[in-house]
């Protein structure tokens, strides 16, 4: 059977982990429209010099463009079994289009998963995050830090520095909650009333939250 299924959550929930968890697990695609809006940025094509100032300061995309890249991206030939997607619907137009994009299809979604994590603990777990740029290794400077202050563990990365994302200065991480809570959160309710929604604790460790996601995909049939 096939599995089309949202992850919903505030920046920092851990839906990027999660979402390549059950896209690894399940052989699905793991669909990052933040992933995918980097490395229009990286690349500095045209899409990436258009969005590049929202994504610095911590706004969303203009949901036409949003809507755009996604709708390109599941018509590709390794969406047709199935997708786990990562930030993307975002806002409720994003999600009345998605809901048109699948019914066009004569398709439907089987699960909107939603992370729930306190904004207190969100700022800690976003400012601690930094990556190092040779590896993409992302360590947490509070939890989880590298034996060399600021430097990579791999021996084939060293000397090389740990950077922060441009998004997860403290100021820019509560102005990324502030739009979580104004235009991405009403999208509970959207998929609430259709009874998709399962909420997930987000503060249980990452294997944990992992077996309750798997569990609810089993009982919703997507696997
Ligand atoms: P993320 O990695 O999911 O936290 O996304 C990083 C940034 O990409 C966001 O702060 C937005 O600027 C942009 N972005 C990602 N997905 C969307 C979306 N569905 N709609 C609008 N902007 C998005």
């Known amino acids: 059977m096939a599995g089309r299924v949202v992850i919903l959550g505030a920046p920092g929930a851990g839906k990027g982990t999660q979402a390549r968890r059950v896209a690894r697990k399940h052989g ?32 969303l995309v203009p949901d036409d463009l949003a809507c755009q890249i996604v709708v390109e991206r599941l018509a590709a030939p390794d969406c047709t079994s199935g997708y786990i ?8 137009p994003q999600a009345e289009s998605l809901d048109q ?7 439907s979604l089987d699960a909107v998963i939603l992370l729930t994590v306190d904004d207190d603990e969100l700022v800690e777990r ?3 995050r930094w ?3 040779h590896c993409g290794k992302i360590y947490n400077v509070k939890f989880n830090p590298p034996k060399r202050e600021n430097q990579c ?10 950077v922060q994302r441009e998004d997860d200065r403290e100021d820019t991480v509560r102005s990324r909650l502030r739009v979580y809570h104004e235009t991405t959160e009403p999208l509970i309710q959207h998929y609430g009333r ?3 929604l399962q ?3 987000g503060g249980a460790s990452p294997e944990a939250i992992e077996q309750e996601i798997e569990g609810m995909l089993t009982a919703q049939g997507a696997s």
Not at 31 to 47: E, L, P, Q, W
Not at 85 to 92: E, I, K, N, T, W
């Open 28 to 59: 699905w695609p793991h669909i990052s429209t933040g992933d995918i809006f980097r490395s229009h940025v990286d690349h500095k094509t045209a899409i990436g010099q258009k969005i590049e100032s929202y994504m610095h300061s911590g706004q």
């Open 85 to 92: 997607l990562d930030g993307f619907p975002r806002s409720v």
């Open 101 to 107: 994009m699948l019914s066009d299809r004569h398709e």
């Open 126 to 128: 976003l400012t601690s």
């Open 131 to 133: 990556t190092c740029p």
């Open 153 to 162: 563990d791999k021996p084939e990365c060293e000397g090389v520095r740990l």
């Open 194 to 196: 259709r009874s998709l």
């Open 199 to 201: 909420r997930v604790a």
